[in-house]
């Protein structure tokens, strides 16, 4: 046979390249058991694949936050959980001291109220390597110790701890808050004297206020609203001014909130503001739901302090009390008796039992949400595979063919250019 045209070896190499192409394509459909690895395989798979995978990733970063939250959800569990353990212990001595009498028996009972003040301090204060459980950003004790005297209380609120609830973003849109506030004091105080308009329409003289320290001018001509701009712009570490119903609000989370008049200014006189007091934020881990004013452990402390203290036989222990007596029920009835104890430790004891549901229905939220994003990420998974993979057995059968028609090929070609260059040239 005479081949007369260059055409024929050409056209041999075109389809020994084109064998060769598939040999590799298929080698590698086999090898990695995809049949899809970039775009140019099947763009339209490849397109739903990458989609998938931002979906995966996105999926695994609320997984990593779902379990942050849950850690924290946990930990506020457990204190919980050992708050409400300890009420229902001073529930019980509170119901067996109702009834009790006798000096010693009061002291008694004191001792053992004493102590389970200081279990309450040690699961609020709980720490490990330096850092406080429940520290905030602070990283301050909730309660901080101070000097006892005649067995008053040895902790109170740390006005320089801020822990709060944490937010985290667990789905599409979806943020949830975990843990519980500790109660940390709130210190605020409002105007008594509601003023519209300027100053000077209400009778008050500008000049300068002193607010915990830092002096703050103010005009007679300023309206509530502007005395208020003026002591948020005076940068006072944690006092935040605000107005509402012609009234004047002072709040700080980092201790009390001191008003003062300098001459010739008589604005803090006239609008009633006084020294801010504090109070515990009703929902915090420390709050004693009832009670008001007083945070879970010096609702306690205060009670083991009157029991140990306490007098002749007949008298009730907490008739003096100021603390307790500045502490009134819903009918206006202050607590310093022993049924106003009793009923404020009942109303403790229900609120950290609240405490405990709250944070088991977080920790139930977490657990569904962790199951949910791994069963769609499986699925994704799944979807990705089933667009990407390849059908290995025909991809192998496939193969042999090819390797079978590429070897072929290959040895007509070598037959068929063997032919000398006198055979090729006639």
């Known amino acids: ?40 395989d099947d763009p339209t798979a490849y397109g739903q694949a990458t989609a998938l995978r931002a979906n995966e990733s996105q999926n695994s970063v609320y997984l990593a936050s779902t379990t942050a939250a849950n850690e924290t959800a946990t930990s506020t569990y457990d204190a919980a959980a050992s708050l409400q353990s300890i009420m229902t212990n001073v529930g019980e001595l509170v119901t067996e001291m109702n009834a009790a009498t006798g000096t010693q028996t009061y002291a ?18 709980t720490e490990t390597d330096g850092v406080y459980l429940f520290g905030g950003t602070s990283n301050q004790p909730p309660l901080t110790a101070i000097t006892s005297t005649d067995n008053s209380p040895s902790y109170e609120l740390n006005a320089a701890n801020n822990n709060t609830t944490s937010s985290y973003t667990i789905g599409q849109g979806i943020t949830t808050s975990a843990g519980l506030p500790i109660g940390t004091a709130d210190y605020s105080t409002t105007s008594t004297t509601s003023i519209d308009g300027t100053l000077a329409a209400s009778g008050i003289t500008g000049g300068t206020i002193d607010v915990n320290g830092t002096s703050v001018a103010i005009s007679s001509t300023d309206t509530l609203s502007d005395v208020a701009s003026e002591i948020n712009a005076a940068g006072i570490t944690g006092v935040t001014a605000s107005v509402s119903d012609g009234k004047l609000s002072l709040s700080s989370a980092t201790g009390a909130v001191t008003v003062t008049d300098v001459s010739p200014s008589t604005f803090a006189a006239d609008s009633g503001l006084s020294t801010a007091t504090a109070t515990v934020p009703t929902a915090g881990l420390l709050s004693t739901g009832g009670s008001g004013t007083l945070d879970l452990y010096t609702l306690v402390a205060t009670i083991a302090q009157d029991l140990q203290n ?101 040895d007509a070609a070598s037959k068929i250019l063997s032919l000398n260059i006198l055979q090729y040239i006639t």
Do not use: R
Not at 11 to 34: A, D, G, H, K
Not at 383 to 406: R, W
């Open 108 to 125: 008694d009972y004191g001792a053992q109220m004493a102590t389970y003040a200081s279990e309450i301090a040690n699961v609020a204060n």
């Open 1 to 40: 046979m005479n081949i007369t045209d260059k055409i024929f070896p050409s056209t041999v190499q075109y389809e020994s390249n084109n064998l060769q192409s598939s040999e590799y394509q298929l080698n590698q459909e086999v090898s990695s058991n995809l049949s899809v690895e970039d775009a140019s």
């Open 310 to 410: 306490a007098g002749s036989s007949g008298d009730d222990p907490f008739t003096g009390d100021s603390v307790l007596a500045g502490v009134t029920d819903s009918d206006g009835n202050p607590s310093n008796s022993i049924g106003g104890v009793v009923a404020l430790v009942d109303a403790a004891s229900s609120f950290t039992s609240q405490n405990v549901g709250k944070t088991s229905a977080q920790l139930s939220l977490y657990a569904l949400n962790t199951n949910a994003l791994n069963a769609t990420n499986t699925d994704i998974t799944s979807t990705i595979s089933n667009l990407t993979s390849a059908n290995t057995a025909a991809a192998a059968t496939s193969l042999t063919e090819v390797q079978t028609a590429y070897s072929a090929a290959l």
